[in-house]
């Protein structure tokens, strides 16, 4: 069965500190990861997607993410948080690739501190 | 970039009335929406693929004659929750697809049923 764990519900960093989101998944199939961001009262956005072409990812505002195979990981990052950065994060995977059916993980709150 | 409109943000309803939900395509043609919903600190799941013109197609365990979903128009779909009760209340989110590839999402409806 295909899943999706963000390994932390909650972030918090200090402005123009580095961001980490942890993602692992699990699939039996190549899978197509994103990482969408949803701030106060706005839809899911997307930040990023991984589609099988270049492992390591970058996405708006800043953010990429690098696919791991052998550690079936798909982690955001950004190297320097900004306040606006504070939000809901959701790692997601499709499977089989490319299809619209998305395994959500719980989600991850950005807290930025100033 | 292309936004979907989603109707009412919250609302709070009496057991056993009916509660509807827009979904509205603002600046593309949706031929396909979708209709997930998210427990308190659960992932979002899937409940059901809405198809202009056809039926619905609903997730496994998605009672289809409590969860009506209506396509009626490119840039339409409606979740109606029939004789709503307590264990109903969740966070409602609807996607649309633009395209083959692109989803655009909905800053969801938040469900209380008293």
């Known amino acids: 069965a295909q899943s999706v764990t963000q390994l932390d519900s909650h972030v918090s960093v200090s402005e123009g500190t580095p961001v980490l989101l942890r993602c692992n998944y699990s699939?039996?199939?190549?899978?197509?990861l994103f990482w969408y961001v949803q701030h106060p009262n706005k839809g899911l956005q997307l930040l990023l997607k991984?589609?099988?072409?270049?492992?390591l990812v970058k996405g708006i505002n800043g953010f990429e993410a690098e696919f791991k195979k052998s550690e079936t990981s798909f982690h955001l990052t950004k190297p320097s948080a900004h306040m606006s950065d504070a939000a809901e994060y959701f790692c997601?995977?499709?499977?089989?690739?490319?299809?619209?059916?998305?395994?959500f993980g719980t989600g991850t709150r950005l807290q930025v501190f100033p | 970039g292309a936004v979907v409109s989603q109707h009412p943000s919250w609302v709070i309803c009496k057991s056993g009335t009916s509660v509807k939900i827009e979904c509205r395509s603002l600046?593309?043609?949706?031929?396909?929406m979708f209709w997930y919903r998210q427990f308190p600190k659960q992932s979002l799941m899937l409940m059901a693929t809405?198809?202009?013109?056809?039926?619905?197609?609903?997730e496994q365990g998605v009672e289809k004659d409590k969860f009506l979903i209506n396509h009626a128009s490119l840039t339409l779909s409606t979740l109606t929750v029939t004789s709503a009760h307590p264990e109903d209340s969740s966070f409602y989110i609807c996607?649309?697809?633009?395209?083959?590839?692109?989803?655009?999402f909905g800053s969801g409806t938040q469900l209380s049923v008293l």
């Open positions: 996607s649309a697809r633009q395209g083959l590839e692109k989803l655009f």
């Open positions: 699939s039996s199939y190549s899978p197509s």
């Open positions: 991984y589609t099988s072409a270049a492992t």
């Open positions: 997601v995977v499709s499977v089989p690739a490319g299809t619209d059916k998305l395994i």
């Open positions: 600046d593309f043609q949706a031929t396909t």
């Open positions: 809405s198809n202009e013109g056809s039926k619905a197609t609903y």
